[in-house]
């Protein structure tokens, strides 16, 4: 008997203390990657918006340099430029497209109604020579379903007003 209990003996596991401390670190360090994944959506929408701004302020430039009117048209694909050339638009070459990134829900808010009077290839925003804009807006959503059946829904949205100034 004495070396079967000699045999159970030294059949060691481990005890719950560790089993405990195990389970709290791999705790902690879900809970940090779940907390960075949140993060990451937030800065990649950051990004797009500060990116957008930049385009929208490129531009504006353009107009101004060139002393040409130009038109930013959105549609489910991106962000078209045209230019004001003798007596008709035509898409600017100068300017890419500027193309949403996948996984993004797009929004913008247009005035249809100066669109049409303008006689407009596309309704959108124009940049005038003077550095002056038509004020607009555009919302960027993403959907993080990653989490499972809870959307997470983030939001950034971009505004300007007359004379570009961006909301912060």
Request: cysteine-free; proline content about 3%.
């Amino acid at each position: 008997m004495t070396n079967r209990s000699q045999r159970l003996h030294r059949q060691s596991g481990f005890t719950m203390i560790e089993l405990m401390v195990v389970v709290v670190i791999m705790s902690i360090v879900v809970l940090v990657g779940v907390m960075s994944l949140g993060s990451y959506s937030q800065d990649i929408l950051s990004n797009q918006r500060a990116k957008i701004q930049s385009y929208i302020k490129q531009v504006a430039d353009q107009a101004v340099f060139t002393q040409k009117m130009y038109l930013i048209a959105p549609d489910q694909d991106g962000l078209t430029v045209f230019n004001y050339v003798n007596s008709q638009w035509l898409q600017a070459k100068q300017v890419p497209i500027y193309g949403w990134l996948d996984g993004f829900n797009v929004s913008w808010q247009l005035n249809e109604t100066f669109a049409k009077q303008q006689q407009l290839p596309r309704p959108g925003w124009v940049f005038w020579p003077s550095g002056e804009a038509l004020k607009g807006q555009i919302t960027l959503k993403s959907i993080d379903t990653s989490a499972g059946d809870l959307e997470k829904k983030t939001e950034v949205t971009l505004k300007w007003n007359e004379v570009l100034e961006f909301n912060e």
